[in-house]
């Protein structure tokens, strides 16, 4: 996709869709930066993003907290040269059915997931709008289009991820940088999901019209699409990446 020369950050890049999305932009050029709470587990990435010949800056921050944001971007934009392509991908849940979610798991989940992605995207708009151009994604989910019994919080911050979009989609165009969201459907065998039980995945799964659940290379597939100069003339859109669970 013709990523040469850009520097792309992917915040939770250290496993599960986040990896993948790494390896899948560095494969496309891209050098990366990643982030994690668990540096360990980044600096894996970054050493298999190496070997596919690319740089790779990897930091410890949590997105959630604004200072760390800003330290991350500064650090991206120092070392690295530039930023081209934000990917706001970290993200939790903590599942719980209405009555017992406790003000802890909704404002966890919405510090994150929403405040995390609002973060790093302040924080990125400086340089992308020097730059005059570059790419924010954020990663929502079916959840967020959808609901689910039992995530109001993470649906709640998800649908909220789909109005920042939007609004930064608008805000950033006159800089030619666009803003969308990717939303993918049930991708099992990340750190996420590995709470499901079988029978909880055969259940979702009854609902995905495709007949299998994602991966995280399917996620990453479209991220790498919207990264493109390809995709210049998409902006403020949700790209569901779900097997067609969302149609
Ligand atoms: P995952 O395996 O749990 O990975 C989450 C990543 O985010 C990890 O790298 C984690 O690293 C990082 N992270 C978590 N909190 C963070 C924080 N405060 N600051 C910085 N990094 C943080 O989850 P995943 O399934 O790959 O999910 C990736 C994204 O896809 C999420 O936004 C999720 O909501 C979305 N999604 C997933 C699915 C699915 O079925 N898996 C479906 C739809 C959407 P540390 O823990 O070390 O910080």
């Known amino acids: 996709m013709g990523l040469e020369g850009k520097v792309a950050l992917v915040t939770g890049g250290s496993r599960g869709i986040g990896r993948a ?72 849940t903590r599942d719980n059915l209405l009555m017992r979610l406790k003000d802890d798991d909704w404002d966890d989940v919405l510090r994150v997931n929403l405040k995390g992605a609002f973060n790093c995207a302040r924080a990125a708009a400086r340089p992308l709008l020097k730059a005059r ?71 979702m799964l009854a609902n995905v019209p495709l007949g299998r659940p994602g991966t995280p290379t399917d996620v990453a597939h479209a991220v790498a699409f919207l990264a493109a100069e390809e995709a210049a003339y998409i902006t403020g859109q949700v790209l569901s990446v779900d097997g067609g669970m969302a149609m």
């Open 21 to 92: 999305i790494a390896l899948r932009l560095a494969s496309d050029g891209a050098d990366i930066a990643l982030c994690a709470r668990n540096v360990e587990a980044a600096q894996s990435v970054g050493r298999e993003v190496e070997a596919l010949g690319r740089r790779c800056l990897v930091r410890q921050a949590d997105v959630s907290h604004s200072d760390q944001a800003d330290e991350l971007i500064k650090a991206v934009v120092g070392e690295m040269g530039s930023l081209y392509a934000l990917v706001n991908n970290a993200g939790i």
């Open 133 to 203: 151009g570059g790419r924010i994604i954020n990663i929502t989910s079916v959840v967020g289009l959808q609901g689910n019994a039992g995530q109001a919080n993470y649906a709640a911050s998800k649908a909220g991820l789909i109005g920042l979009t939007k609004s930064l989609a608008r805000e950033l165009a006159s800089r030619s940088i666009t803003v969308n969201a990717v939303a993918p459907g049930l991708v099992p065998d990340t750190g996420m999901t590995d709470e499901l039980s079988e029978d909880v995945v055969d259940g």
